[in-house]
């Protein structure tokens, strides 16, 4: 297992208890569109995101995040550079 | 022509005469517009639609024909009928004209705007002071010019939304903590990058929950991890401290806020927005802040009203300690009746009731208003997680008997809705 599927399986872990209508998690997943979440469920989310991996998600960086795919890569890359 | 503007303000032609073509840039709204009329078909009056024919006082005006308890206003110290208040904005009326027609920077700053800017410097004790147009403008301004793209602002999850957008007009990086929560904001204070400023925003007041924040804490870690502060006391002006300077002032932090954002629409009674502070180059932004510089003015009777309100509202402890007594018991009292309230006590003069969803919620305020009283009603996106609320907000010339009234209609309100049984 690469690092970025263990990623992507803690991502995974953080999205469910939002998952209300049980949908099927892919790459291109969005958060918008397929899990129907708005604003407020962003923002406990990106939270959760942040502190599971110790790191910061701007709401700059959010507005470019669509799916989970893109979140995965994203929080890749910051822990890298952190 | 004549037909458009007929047309314009008649709801049901506005639906009917929906463009068949494709991309009507108005199709975003439709899943709203569908909202609000389902809500309306139901029979109940527009929350959002609301006219006062007269205005008697702080605290009373005249509702479709009915003498109507205003608790709903941003009135809090009730300044907006103070004689002293009225004759000064008449006196500048007379004295300048009813507007200045310029910025700022231009033409549009006359002696009552200087004099207005002094008010402010004695109230909050400070070297500066600038005022703006709106309390919104103030944000807007503030947030957009100080922070570059190399910074970061660091903000309060429930923030107003004229801090959002300030953030959203600038080019800093932003980053939320969770509401009120001293660990979260300390967590992500920890994460930033060494490089690039910081700026933490928070609010003394937040107005939908009327709650307030632990800022002694929260002023500690953001200069712990080196920031500058600023404090919005839009709702905390006039009633809170020992000088009614806001929360900052009663934390005891007044030495560490760089920045105290406020507004002339509450407790002053006018209009308009300003920023004080001591940081030695402030007056710059007075020719790098675009809300300040590319508006209007404030027109002369408005700052004079300002000013005179200011001045007063230092000395009106009398009026404070009242505030707290009623703000105390209405919350006491709506407890007591079986609401279920926003804070476990009175925290400010914002008293938020908490209903289960908008059907009640609209039931609630449109029977409390046919008894004779004025609520807010608040719903999302405004509030925060969902929530539907009442917000009571108390003024410091609500009498004890119209305290008294208004639980009594709340309990007819309750019984005659269901709510309470």
């Not at chain 1, 918008?32 to 700059?60: H, R």
């Amino acid at each position: 297992m690469t690092d970025r599927d263990q990623t992507f399986d803690k991502v995974a872990k953080l999205i469910e208890p939002f998952n209300k209508k049980g949908v099927k998690l892919g790459e291109t997943t969005s958060f918008a569109g397929d899990l129907e979440w708005d604003s407020l469920i962003v923002m406990d989310f990106v939270a959760s995101v942040e502190d599971e991996f110790d790191i910061l998600i701007t709401m700059n960086m959010q507005a470019e995040i669509e799916t989970v795919g893109q979140l995965v890569d994203a929080v890749e890359r910051l822990r890298n550079e952190g | 022509m004549t037909d458009a503007i007929a047309t314009a303000d008649d709801p049901a032609r506005e639906t009917a005469a929906a463009p068949s073509h494709r991309g009507d840039l108005f199709s975003k709204f439709d899943a709203l517009i569908a909202e609000r009329e389902a809500l309306l078909d139901t029979g109940v009056r527009d929350p959002f639609g609301l006219v006062m024919e007269k205005v008697h006082s702080p605290t009373l005006a005249t509702v479709k024909g009915k003498e109507t308890i205003l608790l709903g206003t941003y009135n809090y110290m009730g300044m907006t009928f103070d004689p002293d208040v009225i004759q000064a904005g008449k006196d500048a009326l007379d004295a300048y004209g009813s507007g200045t027609t310029g910025s700022r920077v231009l033409n549009g700053t006359y002696q009552g705007h200087k004099e207005c800017e002094e008010a402010l410097k004695d109230f909050y004790g400070t070297a500066h002071a600038m005022v703006f147009s709106t309390g919104y403008q103030a944000n807007l301004g503030l947030m957009s010019t100080i922070a570059g793209k190399e910074d970061y602002i660091i903000l309060d999850a429930d923030s107003h939304a004229s801090i959002y957008d300030g953030c959203a007009m600038g080019n800093a990086q932003i980053v939320r903590f969770r509401h009120n929560s001293v660990d979260d904001l300390e967590k992500r204070l920890k994460r930033l990058p060494a490089e690039g400023g910081r700026l933490v925003v928070l609010e003394g007041v937040y107005s939908m929950l009327g709650d307030i924040a632990p800022l002694a804490d929260m002023v500690r870690v953001a200069k712990e991890a080196g920031a500058m502060v600023v404090v919005d006391e839009a709702h905390g002006m006039g009633f809170f401290g020992p000088n009614g300077r806001g929360v900052f002032e009663e934390a005891g932090v007044e030495d560490q806020v760089d920045f105290v954002v406020g507004t002339f629409s509450k407790s002053v009674g006018t209009v308009g927005g300003f920023v004080v502070s001591n940081h030695p180059k402030f007056e710059v932004l007075r020719l790098v802040c675009r809300p300040y510089v590319f508006t209007a003015s404030l027109p002369p009777s408005v700052v004079a009203t300002a000013a005179t309100s200011i001045r007063k509202l230092k000395f009106a402890g009398n009026k404070r300690a009242h505030l707290w007594e009623n703000s105390k018991r209405l919350h006491q009292g709506l407890r007591d009746l079986g609401f279920t309230l926003a804070t476990p006590e009175a925290q400010s003069a914002i008293i938020a009731v908490l209903l289960p969803d908008q059907d009640m919620t609209v039931r609630m305020w449109q029977a409390l208003l046919e008894a004779g009283v004025y609520v807010n009603m608040a719903r999302p996106p405004a509030t925060p997680a969902g929530t539907y609320l009442l917000r009571c907000s108390l003024c410091a010339e609500h009498s004890s008997e119209q305290v008294g009234q208004i639980l009594g209609m709340f309990e007819a309100a309750g019984k005659a809705t269901g709510y309470l049984s």
